[in-house]
């Protein structure tokens, strides 16, 4: 069974910065994973997600200033938030796409970790 672990939410002010990690723990073949994050009042949105071949994509709210990426031998992904601004606040959920079976994947998500960014 994989587990997701996140680290790195916090406060900070506007035009600050912010890394998240998540590792995901157990023997399972980790494929695609991301970033989602869901605002008071708002639905669960892509942030960004990565293949295990690096490729990315990035909601065009964050583009240009947040940049994900992986370590495949550790299975952990990152989240660098850069020029964070006050809409950027929300709870922040790691993705792991786990593959358990040659056609089969199962999705697999973070407790959540909360980004405050003040004005």
Do not use: H
């Not at 890394?19 to 991301?34: D, E, V």
């Not at 990426?69 to 550790?74: I, L, M, P, T, Y």
Request: some cysteine; hydrophobic content about 35%.
């Amino acid at each position: 069974q994989v587990q997701l672990v996140e680290s790195g939410g916090g406060w900070v002010q506007a035009g600050g910065s912010l890394r998240l990690s998540c590792a995901a723990s157990g023997s399972a073949s980790i494929k695609t994973m991301g970033w989602y994050r869901q605002a008071p009042g708002n639905q669960r949105e892509l942030v960004a997600t990565i293949t295990t071949v690096g490729s990315t994509n990035y909601a065009d709210s964050v583009k240009g200033r947040f940049t994900i990426s992986r370590d495949n031998a550790k299975n952990t992904v990152y989240l660098q938030m850069n020029s964070l601004k006050p809409e950027d606040t929300a709870v922040y959920y790691c993705n792991a796409d786990v593959r358990i079976s040659r056609f089969a994947t199962r999705e697999v998500w973070g407790q959540g970790t909360l980004v405050t960014v003040s004005s």
